[in-house]
């Protein structure tokens, strides 16, 4: 019912910064939390920031406080991760989702998933 697509990864020197962008569609009056997630090969796919849909409450990983940003346009069904002072650890395919009740940091508490986007910090 709800399809998620990421966009605006990519390659960029330690200390830069990237915008990440998920595009929600369809039944997504559902959708209590987006967040996002970022896994890198033979590691578990990790929780990176969530926020509430509605009133805009926001939760953070502690590796990406003060770094990270994430938000959200209503209007365009769309979340952002605002990423500054990228450090090379912070490589990783990125992936939103969504429908979690609360602001959760278990990837099972998510029923839908994008595909990811790659990010790469290069040093």
């Known amino acids: 019912q709800v399809q998620l697509v990421e966009s605006g990864g990519g390659l960029v020197q330690a200390g830069g910064s990237l915008r990440l962008s998920c595009a929600a569609s369809?039944?997504?009056?559902?959708?209590?939390?987006m967040g996002w997630f970022r896994q890198t090969p033979g590691k578990e796919r990790e929780f990176v920031a969530a926020?509430?849909?509605?009133?805009?409450?926001?939760r953070y990983e502690d590796s990406v406080k003060g770094r990270f940003t994430i938000s959200r346009d209503n209007a365009k069904n769309t979340i952002y991760l605002q990423m500054n002072s990228l450090k090379p650890e912070d490589t990783a395919v990125y992936y939103c989702?969504?429908?979690?009740?609360?602001?959760?940091?278990?990837?099972?508490?998510?029923?839908?998933w994008g595909q990811g986007t790659q990010v790469t910090v290069s040093s």
């Open positions: 989702a969504a429908g979690s009740l609360t602001m959760a940091t278990m990837r099972s508490s998510y029923g839908f």
């Open positions: 926020t509430h849909w509605i009133d805009g409450g926001t």
């Open positions: 369809g039944r997504t009056v559902n959708t209590f939390v």
